[in-house]
């Protein structure tokens, strides 16, 4: 079992940063990818950014390439989303996500993110 703990999210003007964090507990060394997807109100949650664990090959959405950046600490087991030049559109919950070797996926509890002014 992996358990993921987000936390990060808040308030923020249109234009403005904020940075996400994910630390996962349990099972850690199983994991091979980690990543944020995020849930707009009335839409499907979708990829916002993923991470390797081994290779850090990293993959983002379209909409958020050049203004997002994930990354991961391993020694602490936690990943990171630095979002830049927010917009009202990046309005969402953020999950944080998580996938085993085995290809079970786990997910966090979720943390509100509101880009408004």
């Known amino acids: 079992q992996v358990r993921l703990v987000e936390s990060g999210g808040g308030l923020v003007q249109p234009g403005g940063s904020l940075r996400l964090s994910c630390a996962a507990s349990?099972?850690?060394?199983?994991?091979?990818?980690m990543g944020w997807y995020h849930q707009a109100p009335g839409k499907q949650r979708e990829l916002v950014a993923t991470?390797?664990?081994?290779?850090?090959?990293?993959n983002y959405a379209d909409s958020v390439k050049g203004r997002f950046t994930i990354s991961r600490d391993n020694a602490k087991d936690t990943v990171y989303l630095q979002m830049n030049s927010l917009k009202p559109e990046d309005t969402a919950v953020y999950y944080c996500?998580?996938?085993?070797?085995?290809?079970?996926?786990?997910w966090g509890q979720g943390t509100q993110v509101t880009v408004s002014s």
């Open positions: 996500y998580a996938r085993t070797n085995l290809f079970n996926v786990y």
């Open positions: 349990g099972r850690t060394s199983n994991i091979n990818v």
């Open positions: 991470i390797s664990s081994l290779s850090n090959i990293t």
